[in-house]
């Protein structure tokens, strides 16, 4: 073995002992994905360099991920309407007043729609050019810094992260950090894609971006080794996206890993033939609503984006 090529470490558990699930991303290039035997963590392996994830998200990341520069008008209709959602989904368990921050907040659609619904809103987005947008367009508050140069304030009642756990190159330091930006009782909202309700099929799955792999057990168990206990969980373990809302406690459990997480993941991502992927309903239904929306979007994009830009720009 090259003297160079430290053994891997699973994030989650510490474990060194690893299954590949893929040996290719969801473009047919080289990406081996693998799955922790011990705790179920599904990561890549080796761990890209932080150097290898700067240029990337430097040069590739708005071209392969998000097809334009600048924010097109059906990404802001649709970030803004997710916006949304997000805050008719957290506000109930959110103080009066409350002071709320967003760690990756993209083009800061999020953080504005809370701050309109009168939440003392803010956050930060290490992407400098959907920070150009959210500063001069949107006029948000969010910050062009990085989640681990931030003050250990220990101010904020809530933290929402919203895609961006499964792009962290060690999450468990990542929701450690988080804690400390929260209050005592403050609470942190994440979602990402469930590994075990796939949204593509086999060969579609794996992201160079996306490091990490949740499914509802891993990611529940991640946050509970950084310092949060579970409030309440939105998602069901067949719908494409994990919504948990977790909350900071006083006590980390010492934790028990469940062996036979991995085995369900092989289970779940190979049950995802192209037949039976297509045949499923509850794919067809989110399909069509997909396409139902898209169209929609298409349609009203451009005027939601003028009326919207037009009201924060008088
Ligand atoms: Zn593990």
């Not at 699930?21 to 990561?43: F, Q, W, Y």
């Not at 520069?69 to 997000?86: F, T």
């Not at 933290?159 to 929260?182: D, M, N, Q, S, W």
């Amino acid at each position: 073995m090259n003297a160079h090529h430290q053994q891997q470490l699973c994030n989650l558990c510490q474990g060194s002992q690893f299954t590949p699930l893929s040996e290719h991303d969801r473009h047919g290039k080289a990406l081996i994905t693998a799955v922790c035997d011990n705790c179920g963590l599904v990561t890549h392996m080796p761990l890209p360099s932080e150097q290898a994830l700067r240029d990337y998200y430097a040069e590739d990341y708005r071209k392969d991920y998000h097809g334009d520069a600048v924010p097109n008008p059906r990404r802001i209709m649709r970030a803004w309407h997710n916006g949304e959602r997000i805050y008719q989904q957290v506000s109930p368990f959110l103080p009066r007043h409350a002071d709320v921050f967003e760690v990756g907040a993209g083009i800061g659609c999020t953080v504005k729609v809370f701050e309109t619904h009168g939440i003392n809103a803010s956050g930060t987005e290490p992407n400098h050019e959907f920070n150009a947008y959210t500063q001069s367009v949107l006029h948000a508050h969010v910050e062009n810094t990085n989640l681990y140069d931030l003050k250990a304030t220990q101010q904020h009642d809530a933290v929402l992260l919203i895609h961006v756990i499964e792009h962290f190159r060690e999450p468990l330091k990542a929701l450690r950090t988080i804690a400390r930006l929260l209050r005592n009782d403050g609470t942190l909202y994440i979602e990402c894609p469930n590994l075990s309700a796939p949204f593509a099929t086999f060969d579609r799955l794996f992201h160079f971006a996306h490091i990490y792999n949740f499914t509802h057990h891993t990611l529940i168990q991640m946050a509970q080794m950084a310092g949060f206990e579970v409030v309440k969980i939105f998602s069901s373990e067949d719908e494409p996206d994990i919504q948990i809302l977790f909350q900071k406690s006083a006590t980390v459990p010492s934790p028990k890993w469940d062996t036979a997480e991995a085995q369900r993941i092989h289970q779940a991502i190979h049950q995802y033939g192209t037949l039976c992927y297509h045949m499923r309903g509850n794919y067809l239904r989110r399909r069509i609503s997909k396409i139902l929306s898209y169209l929609d979007e298409i349609r009203h994009a451009k005027a939601f984006v003028r009326v919207l830009e037009a009201n924060f720009n008088p």
